[in-house]
């Protein structure tokens, strides 16, 4: 096993009408930004729980984090913190809004240019806004760590950063707020969780069993559990089950002393900021062909992953992974997510232009080996077409 640092403060409030804790969770005291991004939270009526829950504390809203959070939109939150001398954030939403929210509260105490914090990956924030969260949609995990990423739209560059300074204090978990969710942002949820359990798990072997153990665990739940995801809305179990399956997926517990990839989502990042598809599709694209590119690589945790999740025993290794990334496959495009990039309309001249974007960004030495650079990206690409 790898040496690890582990910390993780969020306090997780789980279950049916624990909005109303909100009444205890705000300091007594605070002046509160709630952060929500388009119309669902007025719609559903989770942000009428919130203010009811709020109670006489001080409350303004910033509506309007959209899909992959920009940085544009959320300056002007930024500035709405400062004007009105707010000092509590509280995200109402999925992981955009999250995200948003964390960039907000550390750019609100930023002396300087904020955009530094996209630009030193999180490393030069020195302080944050204490925030909290309430989670309508299962999928990134930021309820429950400290990352987040955020979009410069006038250049299409999409960068993550993290820093200790942004763990939500606590985040509200009630599985009925998914219920309003449309089908497809569930299977982008299970997606992407499933896709942050590989990014941690499908690397090379360390002798850490209880990581692998619980990694598996997970991607086994998100199998499933995905049918009745998509066709039972209203089903508690289920609902809660993915709600804390993907929580767990990227709360720092299966990556602690393990080597960890993340080129899937690197790589996805330059799609979203380029042709604006879903996040969890990007990934839906990019993981089996980075799979079958890396496979010497991965080879015996692939072997692994193929036996343990998908319970794939006979053949010759190369006939055992085929078939194991065969299954992952259906597992995304039987979701209704599209596995190639011909799918969404895009060909060679798209893979110059990523190719170019990560090369831009410095993402020249990706993977658990850091040896993913822009040539392998463009095979990784080439494969997915
Ligand atoms: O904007 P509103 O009206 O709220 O609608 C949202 C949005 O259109 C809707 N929605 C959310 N909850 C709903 C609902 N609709 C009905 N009922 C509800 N209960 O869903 C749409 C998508 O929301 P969004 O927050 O964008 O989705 P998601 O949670 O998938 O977040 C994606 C973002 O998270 C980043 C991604 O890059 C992307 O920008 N990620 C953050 C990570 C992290 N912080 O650790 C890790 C992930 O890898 C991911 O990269
Ligand atoms: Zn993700």
Do not use: C
């Not at 998100?222 to 990227?250: C, F, G, K, Q």
Request: aromatic share 8%; no cysteine.
């Amino acid at each position: 096993m790898l040496n690890f640092n582990f910390y993780n403060p969020t306090r997780i409030i789980f279950g049916k009408d624990t909005v109303a804790s909100l009444s205890t969770l705000v300091p007594p005291t605070a002046r509160v930004l709630v952060l929500v991004g388009g119309a669902s939270a007025e719609k559903t009526g989770t942000l009428a729980e919130v203010r009811s829950a709020l109670g006489e504390r001080v409350v303004h809203v910033f509506a309007g984090i959209e899909p992959n959070p920009s940085f544009e939109t959320l300056m002007r939150a930024v500035e709405q913190v400062r004007r009105d001398k707010l000092d509590f954030l509280l995200a109402v939403g999925g992981g955009s809004v999250i995200d948003g929210t964390k960039f907000v509260a550390a750019a609100a105490n930023y002396d300087g240019d904020p955009w530094e914090i996209m630009q030193t990956g999180g490393a030069s924030i020195g302080s944050a806004l204490p925030f909290g969260t309430v989670l309508t949609l299962p999928a990134t995990g930021s309820e429950m760590n400290n990352g987040s990423v955020v979009t410069l739209k006038a250049t299409h560059t999409k960068l993550p950063f993290r820093s200790i300074h942004v763990f939500p204090q606590f985040s509200v978990l009630d599985p009925t707020k998914t219920y309003s969710l449309p089908e497809k942002q569930v299977a982008n949820g299970l997606v992407d969780a499933f896709v942050h359990i590989t990014e941690q798990y499908l690397t090379f072997p360390v002798q850490a069993l209880a990581q692998d153990r619980f990694a598996e665990g997970l991607l086994q739940t998100l199998v499933e559990i995905a049918p009745r995801a998509i066709s039972e809305p209203e089903d508690y179990a289920t609902r809660s089950n993915l709600m804390w399956t993907a929580s767990l997926a990227l709360n720092g517990l299966i990556g602690a002393g393990v080597p960890q990839d993340w080129a899937t989502h690197m790589i996805g990042h330059e799609l979203t900021a380029l042709y604006d598809i879903d996040h969890a599709r990007t990934l839906a694209i990019v993981l089996p062909a980075l799979l079958d590119v890396q496979r010497d690589k991965k080879r015996a945790k692939l072997l692994q992953y193929a036996e343990r999740v998908w319970g794939i025993k006979s053949g010759s290794e190369d006939q055992r992974i085929d078939a194991a990334l065969e299954a992952t496959r259906n597992f995304f495009e039987n979701l209704g997510i599209p596995t190639r990039l011909s799918a969404y309309g895009l060909g060679a001249a798209a893979i110059d232009e990523v190719v170019g974007q990560l090369g831009k960004h410095g993402m020249t030495r990706l993977g658990e080996h850091g040896d993913v650079d822009l040539a392998v990206s463009r095979t990784i690409l080439e494969a997915a077409l």
